[in-house]
Structures are given as C-alpha cells and as structure tokens.
C-alpha cells in the first residue's frame, strides 16, 4: 500500500492551494476543481478536511465525475491514463486538476466543459 492512500487530505490541501494561489487562482477554485471531481458538496469537502480523512476514504466515499477519465497527461513523468491502480489514478487526477488550474487553464477547460 502506497504511503499516500493513508495520508490525509488536510495534510495536502493547504499544498494544493498554495500552489493554485502562488499562481494568482484562489482556495474557492480548488474547492471547485475538487468538488467537480469527487461530487462532494462545499460542506461534504469541509468536513472531510476537518476530519483529516485519508485518501484512501476521501476517494472510497467521492461519486467521481464521470468526466474523470478525460483528464489525461503525465503528472510526476506518469502518464494518468496508464496508472493501473484506481485509487492512485484518482489521486493524481486531483494532481492534474490542480496543475492545470496553477498553469491558468480556463476553468472550463480545467473541468473538462
């Protein structure tokens, strides 16, 4: 098992918005990007930051979009689409989905409209 499926995602998101704020996006355009993925609502979001639920939970309990599998290209030098494990491959298109947003994509283009 992965060290990541039992890292919080409290103990990332603050990376996650300082990386999209560093690049003049805002922390509500990460709860955007990261509410379209998972299908979690603003508070559903909250709470699980505030619980420092795992990776591993966050995604078992996320209805992920099903617009997931456009997301695509490489993230760390690995190509998403050939990421074999489900849980990592959803771990990363989080990654992506961040990146994207951090290297001024449109919104839209970011949540694959």
């Known amino acids: 098992m992965h060290r990541i499926y039992t890292t919080s995602v409290a103990s990332v998101y603050p990376h996650y918005v300082a990386k999209a704020e560093k690049k003049g ?4 355009e990460v709860d955007e990007v ?3 993925l998972t299908g979690f609502d603003q508070a559903e979001l909250e709470r699980c930051l ?7 939970d966050f995604f078992a309990a996320a209805e ?17 689409q050939e990421i074999e494990d489900p849980l990592m491959k959803q771990i990363r298109y ?6 994207e947003l951090a290297k001024g994509k ?8």
């Open 64 to 80: 992920l979009n099903p617009n997931a599998e456009l997301i695509t290209g490489s993230i760390c030098g690995v190509k998403i």
């Open 106 to 113: 449109a919104m839209e283009r970011v949540l694959r409209a």
């Open 94 to 99: 989080l990654d992506k989905l961040v990146d």
């Open 50 to 56: 505030a619980e420092e639920t795992t990776f591993a």
């Open 34 to 36: 990261i509410r379209w």
């Open 25 to 28: 996006r805002t922390k509500a």
